[in-house]
């Protein structure tokens, strides 16, 4: 009786060892320095790429905003070159053609402003 | 009244603007002369033109592009009066470098043949080809935009300063205008007449009473003859066109400076382009509607 139950302690013990034993190298305690540094250097690289992602954002915002203000000017421009152009339509519209050229010419007595000599 | 003045293209160039607080305008005229004088100068090893007359084929930017094809126009408009590909034709004439280089007859100088060589012909058939993004010569064939460049610039520079009020732009005899109305002064025989342009339009003034030269005893200008080649015999000393734009009254007057006394005031009626002519014997002619 006495040996059968010390068989059972025995076995219990036994098996209690076998489960630590299995959850000690289930846990790969020998591996653990290799892959902290890879994770290490992917989270480097994570944080590298979200600074330089952060960059290009302030570059784009900064492009986009003087694309805008270039675009206003644009529009501007535009808009005071349609304006010059409607005040002079209708001369415009005659100079196209040769004939209309000497309409916008005329001899005057006026001091003149410039001078044209042999280019 | 603002008005600048400065040195480009090998001429003086004025600009003239009826607003006030135009220095962008004036600036960006100005470096609009200076980037064209960079692509369209053959006197320019690195520019558009000089690299297009070396290799005879170049990936040509706009504005060369829209040049040459003006030229063509010109040229076809003309009946061959006016032509780019005097390039040569000029070198042999001695006009090989900025015109301030060209020594006059007194002037000698190392490396340049003293024997003219008249015998350098332009070409007329079809020895240009512009294509989308290339241009394209024909063995043998250099062109000289140098009036036609500055017709442009003017006009192009004109175009910036409307954008600031009504303008005046004179690139050494070429006038463009935008809006407003401009008293232009023009050389007469030992007078000067002024006309007023108005508007968008365009003078120019084309003769051999500047930018001339003797060599061997015979006096030559920059006015070349594309039927044969050289300097231009004609009785006309200076003719001064007005037309639509710049680019048209520079090709006008080199036209009508080739023509001749005879026909030049004719022919400036008959196309009813506003011509004052200037005659080697001290004679000067109105045409074309100018009182």
């Known amino acids: 009786m006495t040996s059968h139950t010390g068989r059972l302690y025995s076995l219990a013990i036994a098996l209690v060892v076998f489960f630590l034993a299995w959850a000690v190298i289930a846990t790969h305690p020998w591996a653990t320095a290799g892959k902290d540094a890879r994770l290490q250097a992917l989270a480097v690289r994570e944080a590298q790429l979200r600074k330089e992602a952060k960059l290009v954002q302030t570059v784009v915002a900064q492009r986009w905003a003087n694309y805008q203000l270039q675009l206003k000017a644009r529009k501007t421009a535009i808009a005071a070159t349609k304006t010059s152009s409607a005040q002079n339509a209708p001369i415009s519209t005659a100079s196209s053609g040769a004939s209309s050229a000497s309409s916008q010419v005329k001899v005057v007595t006026l001091p003149p402003l410039t001078v044209t000599k042999t280019s | ?291």
């Open chain 2, 1 to 291: 009244m603002v008005r600048r003045r400065f040195h480009a293209m090998g001429t003086e160039i004025e600009l003239l603007v009826d607003a006030a607080s135009v220095e962008g305008a004036l600036d960006a005229a100005e470096q609009e002369f200076h980037r064209l004088e960079t692509l369209l100068s053959r006197f320019r090893e690195d520019s558009e033109l000089s690299r297009l007359n070396r290799e005879g084929s170049l990936e040509a930017g706009p504005d060369l592009r829209r040049v040459v094809e003006l030229a063509l126009a010109a040229r076809a408009r003309s009946g061959g009066r006016f032509d780019p590909t005097v390039h040569d034709a000029l070198v042999a004439a001695g006009y090989d470098r900025s015109f301030e280089l060209v020594p006059s007859e007194s002037d000698t100088y190392p490396g340049l043949s003293m024997e003219l060589d008249m015998d350098v012909h332009v070409q007329d058939s079809m020895d240009i080809h512009v294509e989308p993004d290339r241009i394209r010569l024909a063995p043998g064939v250099r062109i000289d935009l140098g009036g036609i460049g500055k017709g442009y610039a003017a006009e192009r520079a004109a175009e910036i300063l409307a954008t600031a009020g009504p303008c005046l732009v004179n690139a050494g005899g070429d006038v463009a205008t935008r809006g407003g109305a401009w008293p232009v002064g023009v050389e007469t025989s030992g007078d000067l007449l002024t006309l007023e342009l108005s508007g968008s339009s365009g003078l120019a003034t084309s003769g051999r009473d500047r930018r001339r030269w003797r060599r061997d005893g015979r006096e030559l200008h920059h006015l070349i003859d594309p039927r044969t080649g050289a300097p231009a015999e004609t009785n006309l000393l200076r003719v001064t066109v007005a037309a639509s734009d710049a680019i048209e009254a520079e090709v006008a007057a080199k036209s009508l400076f080739l023509a001749g006394a005879e026909h030049a005031a004719a022919e400036a009626d008959a196309a009813g382009l506003p011509a004052v002519l200037v005659t080697d014997d001290g004679r000067t002619v109105h045409a074309g509607g100018v009182a």
